[in-house]
Antibody, heavy 119, light 107 residues
Framework: QVHLVQSGAEVKKPGSSVKVSCKAS????????VSWLRQAPGQGLEWMGQ????????NYAQKYRGRVTISADKSTHTAYMELNSLRSEDTAIYYC????????????WGQGTLVTVSS | DIQMTQSPSTLSASVGDRVTITCRAS??????LAWYQQKPGTAPKVLIY???NLESGVPSRFSGRGSGTEFTLTISSLQPDDFATYYC?????????FGQGTKVEIK
């Protein structure tokens, strides 16, 4: 079983960037993908992008292409999500979740990281 | 992107009731659909994958049906632990998308 632990809450100014980490532990398979999702206060879930940890190949939702960078450190089983040009609408809980790559649902989730964007 | 529409948005029910939530896709997604349960302050938890497969450890009172564009999640006998928000998610094609959620409330 894979367990995902995310970095702590962040408070950022508009126009700045935030980088959230997601460390996997447990019985980690050789083929391992991590997606990033977010949930604004009182709102639904939105998929932002995905990375295959072994290949380091990211895949982004069109909405976030150009503003988000998803990366990974295979040696430490850690994925990262960096969001740039923050605005107040980016205030949300950001989740990482394990998936199986293409044609996959989210089988395990991190605990979530609250990012607050405020001047 | 494929649009996912859930109904109802809110559902009021009593313990022991049979409840059904519907999810419609804007184009066919075969059976590439999952259902999640989310309680306040916690991450979602998968209940059903590939439209009708029960995730390990999930109680058998949860069931899923459907294919193509129309899907349902049924709770056969609602338990106190089931009051939560439920989301469907398509994974037929990127970008993966979710329904807007159905909140199951105590009547």
């Amino acid at each position: 079983q894979v367990h995902l632990v995310q970095s702590g809450a962040e408070v950022k100014k508009p126009g700045s960037s935030v980088k959230v980490s997601c460390k996997a532990s447990g019985d980690i398979p050789s083929y391992f993908a991590v997606s990033w999702l977010r949930q604004a206060p009182g709102q639904g879930l939105e998929w932002m992008g995905q990375i295959m940890l072994d290949l380091g190949t990211p895949n982004y939702a069109q909405k976030y292409r150009g503003r988000v960078t998803i990366s990974a450190d295979k040696s430490t089983h850690t994925a990262y999500m960096e969001l740039n040009s923050l605005r107040s609408e980016d205030t949300a809980i950001y989740y990482c979740a394990r998936d199986y790559g293409a044609l996959s649902y989210f089988v395990a989730w991190g605990q979530g990281t609250l990012v607050t964007v405020s001047s | 992107d494929i649009q996912m529409t859930q109904s109802p948005s809110t559902l009021s029910a009593s313990v022991g009731d049979r409840v059904t939530i519907t999810c419609r896709a804007s184009q066919t997604i075969n059976t590439w659909l999952a259902w999640y349960q989310q309680k306040p302050g916690t991450a979602p938890k998968v209940l059903i994958y590939q439209a009708s497969n029960l995730e390990s450890g999930v109680p058998s009172r949860f069931s899923g049906r459907g294919s193509g564009t129309e899907f349902t999640l049924t709770i056969s006998s609602l338990q106190p632990d089931d009051f939560a928000t439920y989301y469907c998610q398509q994974y037929d094609s990127y970008s993966w998308t979710f329904g807007q959620g159905t909140k199951v409330e105590i009547k």
